[in-house]
């Protein structure tokens, strides 16, 4: 796990450790070797099958292969594994060849994170008293707004392309509606929000609508971070990737718990319920 290693060495610099390479220390993590191995698996297959559904016909008429492409092709990706508990990294992995890229995308890479960030709008319209049932008008909207000296038209859609006027929350946040997203933004108040998903630990919000629809930047280790309190009954979570570290039988560092209540227990969980729905139904 090469990018587990380097990352240790960054924490451990931090620390004020500089030769932790060199140093004689043993460094304990937090990272479940099966689970390590699984990650890397799950990688390499969820890459193939990109690369598989990437080839044309003319591709494959010419015998390019999956083979073939991972030779030539910039597509990456990232995984971490959080347990929501404890905020222990379980599992890790920077890109898909280290050898080739040692860029880590886990921690380094900054995307924007789309329908990931909606979780977070509903939970602050939970702590404001709606609920899953609560109603949201999922209708088509126009903005109008000037950008540079210029007026620009904002005409936002569904992923369907629809859309369904009144949805309960529970169902516009499960089928990702962008829409029903939007209407429940402007409700609430853009400031509003802004202000109350840092409390998530989400940060370098910019205020204009596009939040609803995630144009929000996050490496996948800050959103599992961010993510872990809807899972851990509304208790954010400081993620941990060491848990002690020594040099001759001498405890040097052990891992600081850090941990905050963000939300009430049954607010968080009525969330939780509203994301297995998007694996029941959704």
């Known amino acids: 796990a090469p990018f587990v290693a380097d990352e240790v060495a960054k924490i451990a610099l ?4 500089d030769d932790i390479r060199t140093g004689g220390y043993q460094v304990y993590t937090t990272i479940d ?15 193939d099958m990109a690369l598989e559904r990437s080839l044309t016909e003319k591709q494959k008429k010419d015998g390019v292969t999956v083979e073939t492409l991972r030779k030539e092709s910039k597509l ?53 008293g709606y609920t899953p049932s609560s109603q949201v008008m999922d209708i088509a909207q126009t903005y109008t707004y000037m950008e540079n000296g210029k007026e620009v ?9 629809d859309f ?6 529970r169902d516009a946040l499960v089928h990702s509606r962008n829409l029903a997203t939007l209407s429940l933004v402007n409700e609430i108040g853009l400031n509003n929000i802004v202000e109350e998903v840092g409390k998530f630990g989400v940060k370098n919000i910019q205020k204009n609508l596009s939040v609803a629809l995630g144009a929000v930047n996050m490496s996948p280790m800050q959103l599992a971070q ?3 309190s809807f899972a851990n009954g509304g208790v954010w979570v400081k993620t941990n990737l060491i848990n002690r570290i020594e040099k001759r039988s001498k405890i040097l560092y052990t ?28």
């Open 76 to 128: 990456n990706g990232a995984l971490v594994s959080v347990e929501s508990a404890t905020g222990d990294v379980v599992a890790f992995v920077g890109s898909i060849d280290y050898d080739k890229s040692q860029f880590n995308r886990a921690t380094q890479g900054q995307r924007q994170v789309g329908s990931a960030f909606k979780p977070f709008i509903y939970q602050v319209a939970l702590d404001r």
């Open 33 to 47: 070797s099966k689970l390590q191995a699984a990650a890397e698996k799950s990688m390499n297959k969820a890459y």
């Open 255 to 282: 891992k600081q718990i850090k941990s905050k209540i963000v939300t009430d227990p049954l607010k968080a969980y009525a969330m939780t319920t509203m994301l297995k729905s998007v694996v029941d139904y959704g």
């Open 14 to 17: 931090e620390l004020g450790i």
């Open 226 to 228: 961010n993510f872990v």
């Open 153 to 161: 038209v904002w005409q936002p859609k569904n992923y369907k392309d």
């Open 164 to 169: 369904k006027g009144a949805v309960s929350l």
